[in-house]
């Protein structure tokens, strides 16, 4: 019997995927509350990266390979090497996936109309929208998606104006303010 001497080497899983998550987590996520547990002062993000550090040192030897490597990779991309940020994925792609995903929460789903002539519903097809058309159909963003993004460490000015690009879509909008703020 052969046993492929690779596979006790490193651990299966997202190892990669979540440790290059911390890199963005730490430059990004504002700290908002700090607390002494026994004197010592600890933030309301300390707990993630404990689980972090527990998740890295869980099976030792298999897991610090690609731990390190996912934090080398976030911090690549964090810090734009090579341009990696202006890479797109081609448009078949992206409209294939964009088919298979759920609605986003903050934009209600297409509801039947009435038509005018009758009880029969006239049914509004979803189309694609630009920035330039999003700022004519400029939608009201709601106090409490503004007050959330304000609670991240957000302009109100900017986290309104990027609720209203983001169509009230809280995490659209988040992802723009973030964006903006990495230029």
């Known amino acids: 019997m052969f046993t492929d001497p690779t596979s006790?080497?490193?651990?299966?899983?997202?190892?990669g995927l979540i440790f290059a998550s911390f890199v963005p987590f730490f430059f990004d996520i504002p700290v908002s509350t700090?607390?002494?547990?026994?004197?010592?002062?600890?933030s309301n993000k300390s707990f993630i990266y404990l689980a972090g550090l527990q998740l890295l040192l869980s099976s030792w030897k298999r897991s610090l390979?690609?731990?390190?490597?996912?934090?080398?990779?976030?911090?690549?991309?964090?810090?734009?090497?090579?341009?990696?940020?202006?890479?797109?994925?081609?448009?078949?792609?992206?409209?294939f996936?964009?088919?298979?995903?759920?609605?986003?929460?903050?934009?209600?789903?297409?509801?039947?109309?009435r038509n005018l002539a009758g009880n029969v519903p006239s049914y509004t097809t979803?189309?694609?929208t630009y920035p330039s058309a999003v700022a004519s159909s400029a939608i009201e963003p709601s106090e409490d998606a503004v007050a959330t993004l304000v609670s991240m460490?957000?302009?109100q000015n900017s986290a309104r104006q990027a609720l209203v690009h983001a169509r009230n879509d809280i995490n659209a909008a988040t992802n723009i303010l973030l964006e903006a703020q990495s230029h």
């Open 8 to 15: 006790n080497l490193l651990t299966s899983g997202p190892y």
């Open 34 to 42: 700090w607390f002494r547990i026994f004197g010592v002062r600890f």
């Open 65 to 95: 390979l690609p731990g390190i490597c996912g934090i080398l990779a976030g911090s690549l991309y964090r810090l734009n090497v090579f341009h990696i940020r202006k890479a797109k994925f081609p448009e078949f792609i992206t409209s």
């Open 97 to 113: 996936f964009s088919r298979l995903s759920w609605p986003s929460i903050g934009n209600p789903p297409t509801t039947p109309a």
């Open 126 to 128: 979803r189309q694609r």
């Open 153 to 155: 460490g957000f302009d």
